[in-house]
């Protein structure tokens, strides 16, 4: 039962370097989505995606792109890391969306990309 | 801006007691939801509450809906060392998307 999977676990940046988060599901959902966590928070939404070739900003977009050519995989590129950028990364998808479909809408997550910019 | 904050932030008890987790906005929500996330893990979901007023119990865990759907409760009785861990309430903004609440961090000493 693979879900969510993210890669790497783990990434160490140095400033001005730029990265790539893999997210692929197996679940066929349509909406997706990136979170990121800093020490001790909630989760904060950077980008979200209701199908392939649509996606749209959160509440944190700047310094990422994102890309969803398929309904299975959503990366999301970060470009010219700073450090303001350490974070955790949680990549997340479900059935529905937000306003549809309300219990057992289910968030599933990935178990998150530990990453820091020195 | 719909926004979700939580109270108490952090939360350390000794095992046996009782604790309540709460989760406020000034917007009204047509659902929310209550995950738990363990360290080093993505959240996993807790429940679901619908409709205003609704009371939703998971074993030692008591979920409740305010009724005019603003806010919500978390109720822990007899708390385990195995309940340790985040608690992130959360709902639907816009059509498409989820929010997240501040987060309270719960730890139970055995």
């Known amino acids: 039962n693979a879900g969510v999977t993210q890669t790497p676990k783990f990434r160490i940046l140095k400033i001005g370097q730029s990265m790539t988060l893999q997210c692929t599901q197996d679940?066929?959902?349509?909406?997706m989505y990136w979170y990121r966590q800093d020490p001790g928070m909630g989760l904060k939404l950077i980008y979200y995606?209701?199908?392939?070739?649509?996606?749209d900003k959160g509440e944190v977009p700047n310094g990422y792109n994102v890309s969803r050519s398929t309904t299975e995989d959503f990366p999301l590129r970060l470009e010219l890391a700073a450090p303001s950028q350490t974070s955790v990364y949680f990549c997340?998808?479900?059935?529905?969306?937000?306003?549809?479909?309300?219990?057992?809408?289910?968030?599933?997550f990935g178990e998150g990309s530990w990453l820091t910019v020195v | 801006t719909q926004l979700l904050e939580q109270s108490p932030q952090f939360l350390s008890i000794q095992e046996g007691e009782n604790l309540t987790v709460y989760c406020n906005s000034s917007?009204?929500?047509?659902?929310l939801q209550w995950y738990r996330q363990e360290p080093g893990e993505g959240p996993v979901l807790l429940v679901t509450?619908?409709?205003?007023?609704e009371v939703k119990k998971l074993k030692r865990l008591t979920f409740q809906f305010g009724d005019a759907r603003k806010d919500s409760s978390l109720h822990i009785t007899a708390a385990q060392p195995g309940d340790t861990g985040l608690y992130l309430c959360a709902g639907p903004s816009g059509t498409y998307k989820y929010i997240f609440g501040t987060g309270t961090r719960l730890k139970v000493l055995a």
């Open positions: 917007s009204v929500f047509s659902s």
């Open positions: 995606s209701v199908g392939a070739g649509i996606t």
């Open positions: 679940m066929n959902h349509n909406y």
């Open positions: 509450v619908v409709t205003g007023g």
């Open positions: 997340a998808s479900s059935p529905r969306s937000g306003l549809e479909g309300l219990p057992g809408n289910t968030i599933y």
